[in-house]
């Protein structure tokens, strides 16, 4: 029986030892994204959170965000246009430029309604997180936030919608299924689930506060398509 039992236990070990190679070599190795955080800045009393469809707050720090082994920043310093060229405060340059801290000129605020930024990443790229902060110095909600990929500046081909919490379709692209959030300085990570894009757009439909829009830093990580 013993013999018989050792022969079982080896098998065993011998499958593990399998799976585990197998598994290896069809996902790959993961680790956590390089995603660095800004300090926390809330000011003041929180405004009115009576938002519907809005999210339970984690009540602790996110866990990291693991991607394929490798995957770094793409968007730090490319280029961002947006429809409101002209903006209220800021320059839409500052959307790629590492600042995230909510301090008085580190934040872009652009019109009333709906807006959006446009980062190009300079070639397609396997995107497996989009990472954004509106503004992190109160306690907001935006509305309408909408993340799309695609393959050409107009986002006629390839487009890929990866996040969207716009409940009543007041943006015109579709009742979207994810929640309202409240802005915190870990900012909004959306998985992006290796999508294939050149060009990543973010728009969004004022707050809770006002009707105007802000962006701090967008970063997109993943890896260039080879």
Known sequence: MKSREKKISSLHIVLIAALGLWSGSLFGQMEAI????PQPMF???PTNMNVPNLEKP????????????????????????????EPIIGDIEMITDGDKDAAEGSYVELGPLLQQVT????????????????????ARVYFDVIVQTADDPDFITNVNTVFNNDHDNSAGMGVGKDKHYVETSEGKLVDAKGVQGR???LYSNGNNGNDLNHYIEVEVFGNPVK
């Open 58 to 85: 984690l009540g602790k720090p996110r866990p990291p965000f693991l991607a394929p082994a490798g995957t770094k920043l793409l968007s730090f310093e490319q280029p961002v246009s947006a429809s409101d060229e």
């Open 199 to 201: 060009y990543v757009r």
């Open 43 to 45: 000011i003041g009393t």
């Open 119 to 138: 980062i190009d990443l300079g070639q397609k790229a396997e995107i497996y997180a989009v990472v954004f902060w509106h503004y992190h110095k109160q």
């Open 34 to 37: 390089p995603l660095e955080l």
